[in-house]
C-alpha cells in the first residue's frame, strides 16, 4: 500500500512538473486536446468551422502529415496570427498541433493575447499521433492550402 501511495506521488509530480514548468502556461478557456483518438474521431468528418494547423517545418510536412491540416511553419505563432488576421479566420476554431506541444502552446498564446476565443491546443506532437493510429497513412507534398 505504502509503495502505491509513494508511486502515485511520484506519477502525480511529474505530471506537474511537466504541465507547469516544460509548457507554456495556457489560459484555461482554451479547449486542451490531450487524446490521440479524439481527434482521430474528429479527422472523420468534416467541420468546415475549424482551421487546422501544423507548425512543424515545411520540409517535415512535406515528408508527412495528417490530412486537413495545413502548414504554417511557426515557432512562435506570428505567421499563424498573420495568416489568420489575412484570411479573416477569427471566428473559426482553431487547432494547433507541432512536433511536441511547445511551438503549439506559444502560438495559442499569442492568439490568446490577441483576443482568439475558439482555440483547441493539441497537447501531443505529430509523431504522437501517427504511431497512435493503427494503419495511419500520412499525406505527402506540399500544402495546397494558401499558408505560404
Known amino acids: 500500500m505504502k509503495n502505491r501511495i509513494i508511486l502515485g506521488i511520484a506519477v502525480l509530480s511529474i505530471f506537474m512538473v511537466t504541465?507547469?514548468?516544460?509548457?507554456?502556461?495556457?489560459?484555461?478557456?482554451?479547449?486542451?486536446?490531450?487524446?490521440e483518438k479524439e481527434l482521430a474521431k474528429l479527422l472523420e468528418e468534416d467541420y468546415p468551422s475549424h482551421v487546422m494547423i501544423d507548425l512543424r517545418e515545411k520540409?517535415?510536412?512535406?515528408?508527412?502529415?495528417i490530412k486537413g491540416f495545413i502548414n504554417i511553419p511557426s515557432k512562435d505563432g506570428v505567421e499563424v496570427l498573420e495568416y489568420l488576421?489575412?484570411?479573416n479566420l477569427q471566428n473559426k476554431y482553431i487547432?494547433?498541433?507541432?512536433?511536441?506541444g511547445n511551438r503549439a502552446a506559444a502560438?495559442?498564446?499569442l492568439l490568446q493575447d490577441k483576443n482568439y476565443q475558439h482555440l483547441?491546443?493539441?497537447?501531443?506532437?505529430y509523431d504522437e499521433f501517427v504511431?497512435?493510429?493503427?494503419?495511419?497513412?500520412?499525406?505527402?507534398g506540399e500544402c495546397d492550402c494558401l499558408a505560404k
Not at 27 to 32: G, H
Not at 95 to 100: E, G, V
Not at 120 to 125: D, E, K, R
Open 19 to 35: 504541465v507547469f514548468l516544460i509548457k507554456p502556461k495556457i489560459e484555461k478557456e482554451v479547449c486542451l486536446l490531450y487524446n
Open 59 to 65: 520540409k517535415d510536412y512535406e515528408e508527412g502529415h
Open 85 to 87: 488576421n489575412k484570411n
Open 95 to 100: 487547432y494547433i498541433m507541432c512536433y511536441s
Open 107 to 109: 502560438a495559442i498564446s
Open 120 to 125: 483547441i491546443y493539441i497537447t501531443f506532437g
Open 131 to 140: 504511431n497512435s493510429q493503427d494503419g495511419f497513412v500520412p499525406e505527402v
